[in-house]
């Protein structure tokens, strides 16, 4: 996982309570992204960012904000927890361009009653 | 919109049986090709890539992979696995343009019989 920290591991969060996930990378990175993994629907694309300050929606958006005002950090918050949102999320970053590799956060299991 | 396809959602094997893991994706411009693999209970690791050049490429724990462009086909291969190799493997995609993003395929999961 080439140093891609994600915390908090474990969580559990009530409808309608907000949280963070904290996402940091060390190695200058330009691309990172978050994803959620749910069973047989692989991992969808939740939002991502090619650079400080600018960050785009993937798959699945809704429910989730992002920023970027560091190269090295990239939160995710849910604004207002559904159980929908009880999922794993992972973390990714890499450097842009031909030839990188994407590395992955160890993955942040959120329940959501 | 960036489309890929894992065409398996479960392969059951045996020990020492032959695997191939076929992936496909829908853009015609220039790609750069993963496959990941998760262990259960664990995060994903990187088992092998694509960019350039030698179409077949070869990964970790004996995993390989044969990129066809005029089929949009990344299909990863092993010979010969092994228990340890169950686990879930996912295809990954990234389009290089200047909207530079990874996207999954939704996952094969494998399952080794001893």
């Known amino acids: 996982n080439a140093g891609v920290t994600q915390t908090p591991k474990f969580q559990v969060l009530k409808t309608g309570q907000s949280m963070t996930l904290q996402c940091a990378q060390d190695m200058n990175h330009e691309y990172m992204s978050w994803y959620r993994q749910d069973p047989g629907m692989g991992l969808r694309l939740i939002h991502y960012s090619v650079g400080a300050g600018i960050t785009d929606q993937g798959e699945v958006p809704n429910g989730y904000n992002v920023s970027r005002s560091t190269t090295e950090d990239f939160p995710l918050r849910l604004l207002s927890a559904a159980p929908s949102q009880t999922s794993v999320y992972f973390c990714?970053?890499?450097?842009?361009?031909?030839?990188?590799?994407?590395?992955f956060g160890e993955g942040s299991w959120l329940t959501v009653v | 919109a960036q489309s890929v396809s894992q065409h398996n959602h479960h392969v059951i094997l045996s020990e020492a049986a032959s695997l191939e893991l076929g992936c496909n994706y829908s853009y015609g411009g220039t790609v750069n090709l993963f496959w990941y693999v998760q262990y259960p209970g664990q995060h994903l690791q990187l088992l092998l890539k694509y960019f350039s050049g030698d179409p077949l490429v070869k990964g970790i724990k004996g995993f390989e992979a044969e990129f066809i462009k005029s089929k949009f086909s990344f299909n990863l291969r092993k010979p010969s696995v092994q228990w340890s190799d169950t686990a879930e493997y996912f295809c990954a995609v990234i389009l290089l343009s200047n909207d530079y993003k990874l996207s999954f395929g939704a996952g094969t999961t494998v399952t080794v019989r001893a």
């Open positions: 990714a970053s890499g450097r842009t361009g031909s030839g990188n590799t994407i590395y």
